[in-house]
Each structure stands twice: as C-alpha cells, then as structure tokens.
C-alpha cells in the first residue's frame, strides 16, 4: 500500500492561483488512475479531476479550463494547478492512487 502526502494549499484571494502536490511512498507508475477529489464543509467528497499513468486526463465541469492535472511517475508525484480560483472551490483536497489510496487532504481557502 502506497502512502499518500498532499501539500501546496492555503489561502487565497479568488483569481489567484495554487498548485497542489500529492508525494507518494512508492511508485505511482502500476496505478493507472490517479485522481484528485475535494469536500467542501456540509457537502460530500466529490471528483475534481482524475489522470492515467500515460497522460491522459479528465476533469469535473466546474474545473474544466481552469484546472490542470499532471503526474511525474519518475518522481512518484501527481500535481494540480489551480488557476483563476473562486471561493466555491474551497475544500479539502485529497489525492487518490488507484480505488483506496488516499491522501489525508489539504485546506484550499478562497476569499478576499
């Protein structure tokens, strides 16, 4: 089982921008899927954006155009670009490796 570490959130003003790291113990490469999800307070966890071992990538509607997945399988480290952030985005943000690995989540704030 891979252990999951995400970091890079914090606070912001809404337009700004965050990147995401998810670090993992071991190799990332046999996970075909890797994703991100967030919760937001009151709400249930939902997928933010999900990429394949090869590159290829899909991302919720509320996202899409704003957000950007990326992995490195060389260094066992999958990424979220943030941009142009509004305060509906702020959540918790886990990572996910394959169907059960989870990250134990980072704050994303967004306000002014």
């Known amino acids: 089982q891979v252990q999951l570490v995400e970091s890079g959130g914090g606070l912001v003003q809404p337009g700004g921008s965050l990147r995401l790291s998810c670090a993992a113990s071991?190799?990332?490469?046999?996970?075909?899927?890797m994703g991100w999800y967030r919760q937001a307070p009151g709400k249930q966890r939902e997928w933010v954006a999900r990429i394949t071992a090869f590159g290829s990538a899909d991302y919720a509607d509320s996202v899409k155009g704003r957000f950007t997945i990326s992995r490195d399988n060389a260094k066992n480290i999958m990424y979220l670009q943030m941009n142009s952030l509004k305060p509906e985005d702020t959540a918790v943000y886990y990572c996910?490796?394959?169907?059960?690995?989870w990250g134990q989540g980072t704050q994303v704030t967004v306000s002014s």
């Open positions: 071991g190799s990332i490469f046999s996970f075909n899927v």
């Open positions: 996910l490796a394959g169907a059960r690995n």
